[in-house]
């Protein structure tokens, strides 16, 4: 009887397990545990491959040890075997979207940075389908934006920036967007959100979203200073003194 080990790490979670000519007891799908494979013989020189598939459920090193054992001697030693793995943390993008400037006035323009860190282990891709959105609100027009890396588009149709690319892990990139306040807005408060799509579970599409709003409150735009009847009557009679003077 040929015996093999294999007490996955905790954070190895059980999912399958290929292993032709063995008899196999394992954890159920989702845990972690110890897997058990027995035969009745292994022939000299003759290879037996168990394939053990896992879920990892935190990133760092992980070691897994398998060992066998056999009422026959076996002359060479050890009969365990290590496996240490580096196990990286997936895309993990969030964004944080301010407007910078102010006061913001109607009718003139506002900037807004739109910043979006991976705080994964590993690149966020350039997977199909936007990786930002930002669908501008009615009281504002979409003038133009721009970003760091990758690229930004403006769909002034639509009143909408798209960016897409790639954010290496631990990486961050920002995009600028400048758009118009409309007139009339004056005193009321405009939301602007920006939407990120990433790749959380590392199987190539954009299944995750994390989003930022940033919000202003614009004023009246800038006019020229009534003058009160005080003020006129100050002004005539210094205009009043210079003709004088000048005669």
Same mark, same amino acid.
């Given at each position: 009887?040929?015996?093999?080990?294999?007490?996955?790490?905790?954070?190895?979670? +059980?999912?399958? /397990?290929?292993?032709?000519?063995?008899?196999?007891?394992?954890?159920?799908? #989702?845990?972690? #545990?110890?897997?058990?494979?027995?035969?009745?013989?292994?022939?000299?020189?003759?290879?037996?491959? /168990?394939?053990?598939?896992?879920?990892?459920?935190?990133?760092?090193?992980?070691?897994?040890?398998?060992?066998?054992?056999?009422?026959?001697?076996?002359?060479?030693?050890?009969?365990?075997?290590?496996?240490?793995?580096?196990?990286?943390?997936?895309?993990?993008?969030?964004?944080?979207?301010?407007?910078?400037?102010?006061?913001?006035?109607?009718?003139?323009?506002?900037?807004?940075?739109?910043?979006?860190?991976?705080?994964?282990?590993?690149?966020?891709?350039?997977?199909?389908?936007?990786?930002?959105?930002?669908?501008?609100?009615?009281?504002?027009?979409?003038?133009?934006?721009?970003?760091?890396?990758?690229?930004?588009?403006?769909?002034?149709?639509?009143?909408?920036?798209?960016?897409?690319?790639? /954010?290496?892990?631990?990486?961050?990139?920002?995009?600028?967007?400048?758009?118009?306040?409309?007139? #009339?807005?004056?005193?009321?408060?405009?939301?602007?959100?920006?939407?990120?799509? +990433?790749?959380?579970?590392?199987?190539?599409?954009?299944?995750?979203?994390?989003?930022?709003?940033?919000?202003?409150?614009?004023?009246?735009?800038?006019?020229?200073?009534? +003058?009160?009847?005080?003020?006129?009557?100050?002004?005539?009679?210094?205009?009043?003194?210079?003709?004088?003077?000048?005669?």
């Amino acid at each position: 009887m040929v015996v093999m080990n294999d007490a996955l790490p905790p954070s190895v979670k +059980f999912q399958s /397990i290929t292993a032709a000519g063995w008899s196999c007891s394992t954890p159920a799908v #989702g845990n972690s #545990g110890t897997v058990t494979c027995n035969r009745a013989t292994l022939a000299a020189a003759v290879s037996s491959p /168990i394939t053990i598939q896992g879920t990892l459920s935190s990133a760092g090193t992980i070691s897994n040890t398998a060992t066998v054992a056999s009422a026959t001697t076996d002359p060479t030693t050890p009969n365990s075997s290590i496996a240490a793995t580096s196990v990286l943390s997936p895309a993990n993008v969030g964004v944080v979207k301010s407007a910078t400037g102010g006061p913001f006035l109607e009718m003139q323009n506002v900037t807004y940075s739109v910043v979006m860190t991976n705080n994964g282990g590993v690149a966020q891709g350039d997977n199909p389908g936007d990786e930002m959105t930002d669908v501008l609100p009615s009281a504002l027009t979409l003038v133009s934006a721009t970003a760091t890396a990758g690229s930004a588009v403006t769909d002034i149709p639509n009143n909408t920036v798209h960016w897409n690319g790639s /954010i290496p892990g631990g990486g961050s990139v920002t995009v600028t967007i400048v758009a118009t306040i409309k007139s #009339g807005t004056a005193g009321t408060p405009i939301a602007n959100q920006a939407t990120v799509h +990433f790749d959380a579970d590392a199987n190539g599409t954009n299944e995750s979203t994390s989003s930022s709003t940033a919000t202003i409150t614009p004023q009246p735009a800038s006019a020229i200073p009534a +003058f009160s009847e005080l003020a006129l009557v100050a002004l005539v009679g210094t205009l009043l003194m210079l003709a004088l003077m000048k005669a």
